[in-house]
């Protein structure tokens, strides 16, 4: 089954192909701003929600093949704050001494709309982060792993060796928890037909 992934997440993408996925880039963007009163869990389902429809969206006002599009949005909180994605190496650095000798959460979000089916889960996972000096951290940023990646830093990168505990999806923390999206692929395989193209006249 071939499906469209709206993310322009490399690791998704990397993840994606690690499990087998046939799949086509669909490029969106959509704002990204929480709400008053939002909760970390709420928002992150908004924003898939909200990146969803514009991707089912796009493919019918741009008479795409109709496939099955999946979309995904990855946050981390500390402290009940969401952290984003670093704005420079201090913001980064700043983010990751909050982290040394703590737990934070890590949600994900992943939605899968095809027809008139369409599912979003949420996983939480909390991570555990052993002390880290400033010269570890520094020596991390210096790598470069940590831009454009929420919460500033890539599990599967060297910053793993300071992470000594995960409670929850592993996969969820690079972005895209795997068993998840199996079982969402599966619950639209029984209906799957690749139309070639669908007019809105």
């Known amino acids: 089954m071939k499906i469209y992934l709206a993310s322009k997440s490399p690791a998704r993408r990397a993840l994606l192909q690690q499990m087998g996925v046939e799949f086509e880039f669909l ?90 089916y369409e599912n979003i889960v949420t996983n939480t996972t909390t991570v555990y982060f052993a002390s880290m000096s400033d010269d570890d951290i520094h020596n991390y940023l210096a790598t470069g792993n940590y831009k454009d990646k929420a919460g500033s830093y890539g599990i599967q990168s060297a910053i793993g060796q300071f992470i000594y505990r995960i409670d929850g999806c592993f996969y969820s923390v690079i972005g895209l928890p795997l068993n998840t999206v199996r079982e969402l692929l599966a619950d639209v395989a029984h209906i799957y037909v690749e139309f070639p193209h669908l007019s809105k006249e």
Request: glycine share 4%; charged share 25%; hydrophobic share 40%.
């Open 27 to 116: 490029p969106i963007d959509i704002p990204e701003e929480r709400a008053p009163g939002e909760t970390a869990e709420m928002y992150s389902k908004r924003v898939t929600t909200e990146k969803l429809h514009a991707a089912w969206d796009k493919i019918l006002n741009d008479k795409l093949t109709i496939l099955p599009v999946l979309c995904a949005d990855t946050e981390v909180v500390l402290d009940l704050e969401i952290l984003g994605k670093p704005l420079d190496y201090q913001h980064a650095f700043s983010m990751l001494k909050n982290y040394s000798g703590r737990s934070h959460q890590v949600i994900t979000s992943v939605g899968l709309k095809y027809l008139a």
